[in-house]
């Protein structure tokens, strides 16, 4: 596969090591959440058959997690981004 | 007092060069290595500082050569600073006092081999290596890309020059991988 | 019909004439008492077995395409009960005991082959992990053997023992272990359930579920709603997908896992191997064939095919380990969706919604708990309760922090 | 020998013969021959056996589809086991012999299946075999696999040399006849980056096969003409003898390269193969087509052939195959092959043309409505017998018998990504359907566009639309001719066999068993009766299969389906695959800075990774580990010892938020740690268990250095930048590996300050440098860091100097402290020490044990959020009654102990039920003069003091042994803080 990574353009995704679904972006406040909102984090996944948004680290590259967004069907990709970028985001709209 | 004499990455006293065919490759041991990254929100500063203090901070995926500092660009918002080890063998505290605050700055000049690698066209070399496309990119292009198994960085200085800097430790391993890739082509 | 040897010879002897379809090809009936979804090898055993040994009828079994076409068709047929932990070991045994006797119990011949699996050890730290397991094996009834490295050279002398990057210090071995002719066992299971009047469906789709007040009341099919008292969703590799329609999400992804299989050879390999030092795993098939894996591609995927870096990655693994095969070539590779859980280790559990049960997340291991995986969750199915060796297979052990991780890589489940 | 059968014309170099021998009986060709067609130029058509009856088989076709004639090629460590006749290409000194038969291919005793071959009907071994049990691996399984398989495989290395690459471009073309080559040629003139790719040693595809006209000149001049052309051009890489085997995603081709298949042995340092990752934003595939044959009664025997193979022998190699010929066909190309062979003077005696009606082809018996339907000849064809459109049979004597059922387009690589091809009745074939691989265009043959013409146009086009051009080359006038066919798959008569699937033996029979046991799904037919399971993937028969089955259950054929080709699109050596990594070689080594010294000492090294560690240093005298490790061990706690610990990872983390990040992914606490001190740190995963450990000195205000242990060096990097980058953005971090930037020594034991004082350029005293302190220091003027931890419960230090000095300083402090007799420990003798201190490592940080599990359970900071916390409290993660880090000893201090043994209570039987948990490390005591190991033992810290057993059912061990404290020296710590 071919990521095309957001600064470096079309990279071989060799040089990634996958971790999974983006929304491990959002991790809960341990100091406010229990057990249960981490299990939910940290354990269930949408697993889609079809548009999957997912981290993915440039670990032979960059070193940017990125979040990918790619059919799980099909393997297109139709987006990446910076993780770092997309997390900013996701905070402020907190 | 202890007056310790250094080993070049290959165990040698003396830096390594092979040639082969149309190739050398030639260990370097005379370049002093550090990482410059932004502190966060820095990345101006940094910047200011570094156009004072003519340390290049060249845009992703590319080398800039200055004097006595030249850098390729790693990471956003990071670079690998080179200069002359003779002069600037203390390059971290070089450049820690021109930076100041708007950088980490780390020492790297140890933590790899460096081989340059000259022939009239290292296409046909490479391409046994590595996944990147050197004829079709630019002189200095700077890249980190998997050789054998190891993550190296490749800077090209032209259609028959570029340097590679990979893990210390896996020098021997690497220089093998080059040499028997260049025995395959030449 | 029966099958045996003296039948064989009659049919060969009257031109084959006598032979009977193995399954009927049945019109969906408005309801049952039982739907299995999944027409693989761990819904069909499940549909044997409840109509065998818990006595129970009205069963469907619904396939979207063809018997036996999900994993069950597409691994590397290993079978084994070498697992280290209390919550494994006792089903995976169990289902090594069901293969044992299983060709006799349906009456067709799945090649249960018991040449013995090696794990070979590069390591002192891997002989000590060895150490454990191969105890915890014996502990739960299981064999287990441990071979220095002479006894390994004995009996592969071919492997790279003088040159290798890693060295060959000694395996584990179960003798029991070995391997099954994959696409036997699906059609054994479902000539099995067929004759003893279980309907099996195929290209019946299943693409809703009827809930009403917390409970099943049927499945909404590409052949038409069909009406159940209880549902059991078997489809691993698309657990996620399926049970969407109930609203669950499950703590498990998707991945595609690459086999391989080289021209057919003569005898080289007699029993399973794996290579501790690299991804690799290999046996020879009675065709001849080396039928080998390793990893997993590791990224989500429903694509039933994977990229070259596994390949490359698995060859590697088997040119470290047998110099000798390097012009041996590679014949076939095919992928296959794994349900990857958070643990490593499959879930056979009751869900939220009355009458609707589950089983997946079998990673790469479904294959060898097809027995016990059907038996215990007809079990669940008919009476209710888990059977007593896969009652550590719960939804709730995230919760709880009852994990099952043979591993060690926790919540990632590319990494089991 | 004579080459009997060799006539004029082809593309073969006459001026130079080559000699070989194919089962021990010399032979000559000429270059350009292929092992096949040098074996039939001397009038040998007996080249196999197949595999499941052992029938004689001869090769049916001219290329990489063959299933029939695969022979065992080369000798030794070079023996290669099923190589295609068809493509081997001659060299001289070839050696080849035929395989799974004995005890030779003219007698072969396993010929007996065929005689019996009615019991060995389609899946008759599911039916049987099962009683009694035991015999299936005992009787009945050793004798089918020694019957089975097809070539042997050497147990020597494979003395050859495989290399990888990776190539970029435009446009790459698959295959290289009229279509890839026009194709070429339109991007190649427009300037485009193009690799032209194809099987053969000779581009130009069938137009070398052929005899008609490109333009003005010969089709296989123009061929060449143009490969001059393209081979000028630099933008273009023309690649002969390379096979592109796989689609994969985002535009990633898999190709073979045979750089030295051609030859005697690979020259010095050159690969055999290469493998090539082609990295393109377009394809073409312009594969071509492969012709099919027709089912009829003994179809198998040797001298059958494809009507185009026949053909391309005559043509392209100057081979008549037999003295009498006859061509059997359903479509018009059939009847290029009579009027070629006649051109060339081979006798062709008959044309069998199952279309009724039509023209007549002059001056040949041209039957039409006529089949074949059955045939003789034991080894080897002699006569065919014809049933003719008026009923009436006739027997014809032949040598040779050409068969055409239409030919299939080679849409093998467009199925890559599963698309399933689409049939196309216009030409009773599969072409390829939607949803292939993205940017991969399909044109000629391949896309069932069968005129010569039609290439030629397609591939332009093709080339146009892939690359957007606007211009493009005139095309050269070609043969147009329609594809004149009505289909016939298989001829309906009697009761004998005949053959779909060549290598497998499956038959029409076989088909109609499926069908009759309702296996009528395609992928049902292929499973139950190995249809297209060959080494040739069905690339001949599987068409011809699944329309047996579409007729017999009444569906069309798009009813019926196609099972879909999976790379590789001919199968790859795995020597290939896997390239340099192999041997030695398989993974790279790395090496410590004090790899040199320790070579030189005769020391002993293990693989930790990638990393080798001197594991022992024995001196003269030991002739055994365990005296080495002792003294080691011994030497160090009565002095100092020096061990390289640079393999733990270094993490430099600087930032103004640098301690509160690692308050974030460290379960205790850092941000207070003061400026020049160390503290041991322990990180959690998410899930609450223990993922890693290790010391992080805070080296300034806003500067720390963590070490990692040296397994989890990378995961722990990468896990720290998820951290910075993904959780918590808005933190001022900055991180950097240094791992191999600095050559780090332990310098253990009650003298280690006193040799350390001998090469530091500070004071170094308890007082000024105390336990836990790390600072910048020199030595003799070189920056240095220095660090007061101890792993080794001694009084110890951990210096470190830039990497290129690091032999130099093992040589400075063995020299300066030789005084204290300082000895330099490997990683055994660590071990010891740290099982001695109770430190966890390997054996107890599984990924499966939480910091409670280890005693370590206070350290998890519940007064501030870090990664874990909060799931390290589940239930199951907190059972009072859960497993604990002991220490144990046997009772007999004589007895030994296994790691991975397991604890049962005295008398317990030795079930699961009673397993009380597992030794998870064990070592000898030097000092203690027993065995000792720490273990993981359920409710274990309630059980100090008490006698249990550990057992080993493995070796059969059962030993007392006494649970006590994991600090098992030096309980108290006085020495290092010494």
Redesign the interface.
């Known amino acids: 596969m071919i990521i095309h990574h957001p600064i470096l353009g079309p990279r071989d995704a060799q040089e990634f090591v996958y971790l999974g679904d983006a929304n491990l972006i959002d991790r809960p406040d341990g100091m406010v959440a229990g057990v249960e909102v981490f299990h939910d984090y940290l354990y269930n996944r949408t697993n889609p058959a079809g548009e999957h948004q997912e981290l993915w680290y440039h670990e032979q590259g960059d070193r940017s997690w990125l979040v990918v967004t790619r059919n799980t069907v099909t393997h297109e990709i139709t987006r990446v981004e910076l993780a770092r970028d997309v997390a900013r985001a996701r905070r402020r709209t907190k | 007092m202890a007056s310790l004499q250094p080993l070049t990455a290959l165990g040698r006293r003396e830096a390594t060069t092979v040639t082969h065919g149309p190739l050398t490759i030639s260990e370097r041991t005379d370049v002093a290595l550090a990482s410059v990254a932004a502190r966060n929100g820095r990345a101006a500063d940094l910047a200011k500082a570094a156009q004072k203090a003519d340390v290049p901070l060249p845009g992703p995926a590319s080398h800039q050569q200055g004097t006595p500092y030249s850098a390729f660009w790693t990471a956003p918002e990071m670079w690998f600073v080179e200069a002359p080890y003779a002069s600037h063998e203390l390059i971290v505290d070089l450049l820690k006092s021109a930076l100041a605050d708007t950088a980490s700055i780390t020492e790297q000049t140890d933590a790899w081999v460096a081989f340059d690698l000259s022939a009239h066209d290292l296409t046909r070399l490479l391409e046994r290596l590595c996944n990147v496309d050197f004829a079709a990119r630019p002189t200095g292009y700077a890249t980190r890309t998997v050789m054998e198994h190891l993550g190296v960085y490749l800077i090209k200085h032209g259609p028959g020059a570029a340097r590679l800097y990979g893990p210390r430790s896996s020098a021997e391993s690497l220089l093998h991988a080059i040499e028997t890739a260049a025995h395959s082509v030449w | 019909m029966r ?3 003296f ?3 009659a ?3 009257t ?2 004439k006598g ?7 049945p019109e969906p009936q408005a309801e049952y008492d039982y739907i299995i979804i999944g027409g693989g090898g761990h819904g069909l055993a499940t549909a044997y077995y409840l109509a065998k040994e818990f006595g129970q009828a009205r069963i469907a079994v619904l396939e979207k ?5 999900g994993n069950v ?1 597409r691994n590397t047929t290993i079978i084994r009960s070498n697992y280290l932990l ?1 919550g494994n ?2 089903f995976y045994e169990f289902s090594l005991k069901l293969w044992e ?1 299983l ?2 119990d349906f ?9 013995g699996i090696i794990n070979l050890i ?4 891997q ?10 094996m ?4 299981a064999d ?3 071979l220095s490295r002479d006894e390994v050279r004995q009996m592969y ?2 492997l ?1 023992f003088d ?5 060959i210090k000694g395996a584990l071995m179960q003798p029991r272990g ?1 391997t099954v ?1 994959h ?2 066992v699906a ?2 299971y479902a000539r099995g359930a067929d004759m003893r009047g279980v309907d099996l469906i ?1 290209n019946c789709e299943v693409t809703g579920m009827r809930i009403e007040n917390g409970r099943i009341k049927g499945v909404e099919t590409t052949r038409g709603y069909i009406g159940a008292k209880k549902v059991g969703v078997a489809v691993a590799g ?1 657990s ?2 399926v049970m ?1 329609h109930a609203g669950m ?6 991945h595609v896992l690459q086999a391989f299989v ?7 390999i007699d029993g399973v191997m794996t290579f501790g ?2 991804h690799f795993y290999v046996s ?1 098939s ?3 064939g080396l039928v080998f894996g390793g990893d997993i591609d ?8 994977g ?3 596994v ?2 990655d ?3 693994g ?3 380990l047998m ?12 992928g296959g969706i794994m349900d990857m859980s ?1 643990d490593g280790s499959p879930i056979i559990d009751k869900t939220g919604i009355e009458g609707l049960y589950f089983n997946g997340g079998w990673c790469y291991g479904g294959f060898k708990a097809t027995p016990a995986s059907g038996w215990a969750f007809a079990h669940l199915l008919a009476k209710d309760e888990s059977h007593i060796t896969a009652k550590a297979y719960r939804f709730d ?7 099952i ?1 043979e ?8 990494l089991h | 020998m004579t080459q009997s059968h060799r006539i004029e014309g082809g593309q073969i170099d006459r001026t130079k013969t080559l000699r070989f021998t194919f089962d021990g009986i010399p032979y000559q060709g000429h270059p350009g021959d292929t092992l096949a067609s040098a074996l039939l130029a001397n009038g040998v058509r007996l080249m196999g056996r197949s595999f499941k009856y052992h029938r004689p088989r001869g090769p049916i076709s001219s290329g990489s589809e063959e299933p029939n004639a695969l022979v065992e090629l080369r000798t030794g460590g070079r023996q290669e086991p099923n190589t295609r006749a068809t493509v081997a290409e001659l060299y001289e000194g070839l050696t080849a012999n035929s395989q799974n038969r004995w005890p030779s291919l003219r007698f072969d005793a396993m010929g007996v299946n065929d005689k019996l071959s009615t019991f060995f009907a389609a899946g008759f071994y599911y039916k049987t075999f099962m009683w009694p049990k035991s015999f299936w691996e005992k009787l009945y399984e050793p004798i089918i696999r020694r019957a089975a398989g097809l070539g042997s495989v050497t147990r020597e290395e494979d003395p050859d040399g495989y290399d990888k690459g990776f190539l970029h471009c435009d446009l790459l073309i698959i295959g290289a006849g009229p279509t890839g080559l026009m194709a070429g040629l339109t991007a190649g003139r427009a300037g485009k980056r193009v690799i032209l790719a194809d099987e053969d040693f000779r581009m130009g595809g069938r137009l070398n096969a052929e005899t008609y006209a490109v333009g003005d000149a010969q089709g296989a001049d123009w061929a060449a003409a143009t490969v001059a052309e393209l081979s000028s051009m630099p933008n273009v890489r023309l690649m002969t003898r390379t096979t592109v085997v796989g689609a994969f995603d985002h535009g990633i081709y898999s190709a073979v390269e045979r750089v030295s298949d051609h030859l005697l042995t690979p020259a010095k340092g050159k690969p055999r193969q290469i493998l090539w990752r082609i990295y393109t934003g377009r394809a073409i595939l312009a594969g071509g087509a492969t012709e099919r044959p027709i089912a009829f009664e003994n179809n198998d025997r040797p001298g059958i052939m494809l009507a185009g193979a026949l053909r391309a022998y005559a043509n392209r190699w100057g081979v008549k195959v037999g003295e009498r010929v006859a061509v059997f066909t359903n479509n018009d190309d059939g009847l290029r092959t009579a009027k070629d062979l006649q051109s060339r003077g081979v006798d062709v005696v008959a044309v069998i043309d199952s279309r009724e009606g039509g023209d007549l082809l002059p001056g040949i018996r041209h039957l039409r409505g006529a089949e074949v339907i059955d045939t003789s000849g034991k080894l080897g064809l002699t006569s065919i017998t014809v049933r003719q459109l008026n009923g009436r049979s006739e027997t014809i004597a032949v040598d040779a018998l050409g068969v055409s059922g239409g030919w299939n387009p080679n849409v093998n690589i467009h199925s890559h990504h599963r698309s399933r091809p689409v049939y196309d009745p216009a030409i009773a074939a599969f072409v390829p359907g939607k949803d292939g691989p993205p940017g991969l265009l399909v044109a000629g043959a391949a896309a069932g566009q069968m005129s010569t013409h039609a290439a030629l146009k397609t591939g332009r086009d093709a080339a146009i639309a892939a690359l957007d051009l606007t211009t493009a080359p005139e095309l050269p006038q070609a043969e147009d001719a329609p594809v004149g066919i009505t289909p016939l798959w298989h001829v309906a008569h009697g009761k004998g066999r005949a053959w779909i699937d060549l290598q497998n033996d499956v038959t029409v029979k076989d088909v109609k068993l499926a069908k009759q046991e309702n296996f009528t799904s395609v992928e049902h037919l292929k499973r139950y009766t190995t249809l297209g399971m060959a080494t040739d993937q069905g690339k001949t028969g599987n068409v011809i299969g699944l329309a047996i089955m579409a007729e017999l259950t009444g569906r069309s054929i798009p009813e019926t389906g196609t099972t879909i080709y999976r790379p590789p699109y001919t199968p790859v050596a795995m020597g290939t695959l896997a390239g340099r990594s192999r041997g030695r070689e398989f993974k790279p080594f790395r090496l410590t800075p004090s790899h040199h010294w320790a070579k030189e000492q005769g020391a002993i090294f293990v693989e930790v990774g990638n990393w080798l560690r001197t594991q022992w240093v024995p001196k003269p005298g030991e002739t055994e580990w365990r005296q080495s490790v002792d003294r080691e061990v011994l030497a160090t706690r009565k002095s100092v010892g020096i061990c390289d610990v640079t393999t733990l990872g270094k993490i430099d983390i600087q930032g103004t938020d640098a301690g509160a990040f690692l308050d974030r992914v460290y379960a205790n606490t850092f941000s207070t740690l003061a400026v020049g001190k160390c503290r041991y740190g322990l990180m959690l995963r998410e899930d609450g268990i223990v993922f890693d450990d290790g010391t992080t000195a805070r080296m300034g205000e806003n500067e720390y250095v963590m070490t990692t242990t040296t397994a989890n060096a990378v995961a722990v990097f990468r896990h720290l930048e998820f951290c910075r980058q993904v959780l918590w953005p808005e933190m001022d971090v900055q991180l950097i590996s240094t791992t191999e930037a600095w050559a780090q020594f332990s310098v253990a034991g009650p003298n280690a300050r006193k040799l350390l004082e001998k090469v530091v350029d500070q004071d170094i005293s308890d007082a000024a440098f105390p336990y836990m302190g790390a600072a910048n220091i020199t030595v003799g003027g070189l920056r240095a860091r220095l660090f007061r931890i101890s792993f080794s419960g001694e009084l110890a230090y951990e210096i470190a100097v830039p990497t290129r000095y690091g032999d130099a300083l093992l040589r400075e402090m063995l020299a300066r402290g030789a005084e204290f007799d300082p000895i330099v420990y490997g990683t055994e003798a660590l071990g010891v020490m740290r099982i001695e201190k109770g430190h966890v490592a390997g054996g107890e940080l599984n990924g499966q044990s939480t910091a409670l599990n280890m005693g370590l359970g206070k350290m998890v900071s519940k007064k501030k959020d870090s990664i874990g916390m909060v799931l390290s409290q589940r239930e199951g993660l907190t059972d009072e009654n859960g497993y604990r880090l002991v220490g144990v000893k046997p009772v007999d201090p004589q007895a030994k102990l296994t790691a991975g043994s397991h604890f049962l209570e005295k008398g317990a039987a030795p079930v699961a039920a009673n397993d009380g948990g597992w030794l998870t490390s064990k070592v000898y005591s030097p000092h203690l003069g027993h065995d000792i190991a720490l273990g993981y033992l359920k409710g274990g810290d309630k059980k100090i003091g008490q006698r249990m057993r550990i057992v080993n059912l493995l070796a059969g061990l059962d030993t007392e042994v006494e649970i006590i404290s994991p600090h098992m020296f030096d309980p108290e710590g006085e020495r290092l803080r010494g």
């Open positions: 099958y045996s040897g039948r064989v010879i049919e060969a002897l031109g084959h032979w009977k379809p193995v399954w009927r090809d395409g063809y018997l036996g076409g068709g209390d070991e006792p006797g060709e006799q009456n067709y011949n799945a090649m249960v082959s018991q040449r590069h390591t002192d730290a002989r000590d992990a060895a150490t454990r397991r191969g105890n915890a014996i502990m739960h009834g287990a053997r441990l002398p071919w790279n040159n290798g990057r890693f060295p070995g002719r696409d036997a059609w054994g195929q698309s996620s997908k969407a999400r499950l703590p498990i992804e998707s080289s021209e057919g050879l003569k005898p080289l030092a690299g020879q009675d065709k001849g590791g990224y989500n995927s429903y694509a039933q095919r990229n070259l870096p390949i490359e698995v060859a590697e088997g040119m470290a110099p000798a095969i390097g012009r041996v070539r590679l014949l076939r590779t095919w958070m052990r995230f919760l709880k922090g009852l994990m991780d591993k060690g890589q926790g919540a990632q489940p590319n």
